[in-house]
């Protein structure tokens, strides 16, 4: 059994453009994880913050000159609920939800 399906370019462009938002809602919402978890909680490192998106690819980022060195410094310490390691763990901790949201938008994409 052999399906065709030709899709036109109006249904191209939605498609792609749908299919698109998913890691940028998923990058989106591990910034929201992360944001809790960002060792200063008020001040410059949690709102340097940002997603970032090229066509189909997303991340997330923080831009300060201290941002990699608060990342990966583990001896630190921090106020309740901070953390080294903040952005890193909010990814692993994310993961279902990250692949729910991908699903979702695709299964928008197509439904």
């Known amino acids: ?5 030709k899709l036109n ?3 191209i462009a939605k498609l792609s453009e749908t299919v698109s938002r998913g890691p940028e809602l998923a990058a989106e919402y591990v910034l929201q994880v992360s944001n809790t978890r960002v060792p200063l909680e ?3 490192l949690m709102r340097s913050g940002r997603v970032t998106t090229d066509d189909d690819e997303a991340a997330v980022s923080y831009d300060t000159k201290y941002a990699v060195r608060q990342h ?4 630190y310490r921090h106020d ?5 390691k903040y952005l890193e763990s909010a990814i ?3 993961q279902e939800k990250i692949l729910r949201i991908m699903a979702s938008e695709t ?4 439904g």
């Open 107 to 110: 299964k928008k994409a197509i």
């Open 9 to 11: 370019a109006a249904a």
């Open 1 to 5: 059994m052999t399906l065709r399906l």
């Open 80 to 84: 309740q609920g901070r953390q080294a």
């Open 42 to 44: 008020e001040g410059t």
């Open 72 to 75: 990966e410094e583990l001896h």
């Open 92 to 94: 692993n901790d994310s």
